[in-house]
């Protein structure tokens, strides 16, 4: 008979364990800030911080000095952008992060503009 630890993991997939239970059964981050291309910098990388999960730590030492989307963190860490998002949350929640959007793109010109230069370049 196995050990009760060992009903935890999978050999060929490793730990089993939800991603819900990474955070503490919550499905949604505090705060609606964040998409896949928000970008995270960490702002106080103190670790010993109460309540700070293996991957709030992980995500605080990635996160320090290079700014990093969203998405870029939920696959560096392997677990979906729901979890990511939660957690992110908590780090926001303590002030240990700043979130910024990503430099909009310019608005595309209208069509009938792009259709007078190409007519121009034509006559050329």
């Known amino acids: 008979m196995s050990e009760p630890e060992d009903s935890w993991w999978d050999v060929d997939a490793g ?3 939800r991603s819900f239970a990474r955070t503490g059964g919550r499905t949604r981050p505090s705060r609606d800030e ?9 702002t106080n990388t ?3 911080r109460h309540g700070l999960e293996p991957e709030h730590i992980v ?3 990635m996160c320090t000095g290079t700014p990093l989307s969203v998405a870029e963190i939920s696959a560096r860490l392997d677990l979906p952008a729901t979890v990511a998002k939660v957690l992110l949350g908590d780090l926001l929640d303590m ?3 700043h ?3 990503p430099i ?3 608005e595309a010109p209208e069509i009938h503009v792009l259709q007078a230069v190409l ?5 050329l």
Do not use: S
């Not at 007519?119 to 006559?123: A, E, K, L, N, S």
């Open 15 to 17: 730990p089993i364990v």
């Open 34 to 42: 964040f998409n896949l291309i928000t970008l995270i910098i960490a």
């Open 46 to 48: 103190d670790t010993a």
């Open 59 to 61: 995500i605080l030492r």
């Open 95 to 97: 002030g240990a992060i």
């Open 99 to 101: 979130t910024r959007a």
């Open 104 to 106: 909009a793109l310019a």
């Open 119 to 123: 007519d121009g370049i034509r006559r």
